[in-house]
């Protein structure tokens, strides 16, 4: 069993002052593998008075300085891919098949920010006026336990690259992930009270976060209900904020593409993450004239998913991360049977031989109507729903009938058609005929999913306040 008892404040790894002890599970079958010790709100004082130190001279350095420091948080954050691998697999159930394909993705944020300040303009003219974009401060990081690595280097990489210190809040439920980073960025060297590491709750450290003044921006994912209360009580000292929140995401097959190649691949990717990803495409939006079609080609490829223990090279959905998380997705399958959806497959209780884990059947609904619960509220589970459409104008309307607005997939075998669908539905990220990832491109949520943008230079700007100077 490891014992995670030291967080990061200074450039020094400390013994917090907090005393509560977080015990660390394995979802795939509930035994204790580890403990933490959570910091409380005196652990996150003192890790912001060193930031807000650090800020006076970090925010001075130059763009090559910046770069140089990038450069040395990728080199070590790639020194510790397979540990995050396995420890991922291990804390919180992720497959084998997606952490590798995660961690094969995290360099790429330091390189993006590396390109982006190649040719940002931080001092820019307007007439005879000087612009000044400078680093807005310190920066509170909030990371959730599903994308905990990722969303951590991103923000961080953006904020170095700003100019910008921060504290970082992680997940309680990462705590053995966040214990490889923390030795990652203690390796890259970086100055004393630039990034800081506090491992505590909410309601405790994210609260001090959220209310202490000397914390200028707060970059938080994590859920629409918890982003809410974050911005509610960061209006009172007017912090800035980004949220990437909840998703509902449609996928919008139109009536020309190919059912037998994009019905698939939209059933694995309503599964990334083992469904527990906020940009899964869990709306499956065909033409009501090929629903028979659509049911037929999704059971088959849905008797093929693997449910099984995350370590195994052919599982692709593994356990939810917690008990309490697959209570939630049992009792949306039960909401769901209630309100009348066709189960195609899949369905209430665990895949057997996996009843010590926290697993839950693929599940696939059918005819399902939009104004269902299971169709407008995020499961974060492995259930997807196929809601038919009369025509082109009704997808898109179905598409937008949600409080979300994170991503969305459309298929086509006319790409030009889809880009037309595409600039009608309210989404902040779209793909067309695949999915892609690209760190540079803008990625942030409509409506209730969210507030502002990360990601390449869009992610940038909200890590700078624009300074103008009239002579």
């Known amino acids: 069993m490891k014992k995670v008892n030291k967080i990061y404040i200074n450039g020094e790894f400390v013994t917090p002052q907090g005393t509560e002890i977080f015990d660390l599970i394995n979802p795939s079958n509930n035994k204790k593998i580890g403990e933490v010790i959570l910091a409380d709100k005196v652990d996150a004082q003192k890790a912001i008075t060193a930031a807000k130190q650090a800020f006076k001279t970090f925010s001075q350095t130059t763009v090559s300085e910046r770069i140089h420091y990038l450069e040395k948080l990728k080199k070590a954050v790639n020194e510790k891919k397979e540990e995050l691998i396995e420890v991922m697999i291990k804390e919180y159930g992720g497959t084998r098949q997606f952490v590798t394909m995660s961690n094969q993705h995290t360099g790429s944020w330091f390189d993006s920010m590396i390109d982006v300040l190649q040719n940002f303009e931080f001092t820019r003219n307007i007439n005879s006026s000087t612009i000044k974009l400078q680093p807005v401060g310190v920066v509170a990081i909030i990371t959730p336990w599903n994308a905990s690595n990722s969303s951590i280097t991103s923000k961080v990489a953006t904020a170095i690259a700003a100019g910008c210190t921060v504290v970082i809040k992680p997940s309680e439920m990462s705590s053995l992930q966040t214990q490889v980073l923390m030795d990652a960025f203690h390796n890259a060297g970086l100055p004393e009270g630039v990034v800081n590491f506090v491992t505590g709750l909410g309601n405790v450290v994210g609260t001090e976060l959220t209310n202490n003044p000397d914390i200028t921006k707060i970059s938080f994912t994590g859920s629409t209900a918890v982003g809410k209360l974050i911005a509610k009580n960061a209006v009172d000292t007017m912090k800035r904020v980004t949220l990437e929140l909840g998703g509902k995401s449609p996928n919008i097959i139109l009536d020309d593409a190919d059912l037998h190649q994009v019905i698939p691949m939209a059933i694995y990717g309503a599964y990334m993450n083992s469904g527990q990803a906020c940009i899964a495409p869990t709306r499956l939006l ?57 189960i195609l497959t899949g369905g209430l209780g665990k895949p057997k031989g996996l009843e010590a884990g926290n697993f839950v059947q693929a599940t696939i ?16 589970g492995p259930v997807l729903c196929i809601i038919p459409y009369k025509d082109e104008e009704d997808a898109i309307k179905i598409a937008n009938d949600t409080p979300y607005g994170l991503a969305a997939y459309i298929s086509s075998a006319d790409p030009e058609r889809a880009e037309k669908v595409a600039s009608k539905i309210d989404a902040g990220r779209i793909c067309i005929n695949g999915f892609r990832h690209d760190p540079m491109v803008p990625f942030g949520g409509f409506k209730q999913s969210g507030i502002g943008r990360e990601y390449g230079e869009y992610g940038l700007m909200p890590y700078l306040e624009t300074k103008a100077i009239l002579k």
């Open 286 to 342: 065909v033409p009501q004239n090929k629903l028979d079609e659509v049911n037929a080609i999704a059971k088959s490829v849905a008797e093929k998913i693997i449910v099984g223990l995350p370590d195994h090279e052919e599982t692709n959905i593994g356990p939810m991360v917690s008990v309490k998380q697959f209570e939630r997705v049992q009792n949306y399958i039960k909401i769901g049977i209630d309100e009348g959806a066709n």
């Open 365 to 380: 609904f059918t005819n399902v109507k939009n104004e269902m619960r299971i169709a407008q509220e995020e499961i974060f």
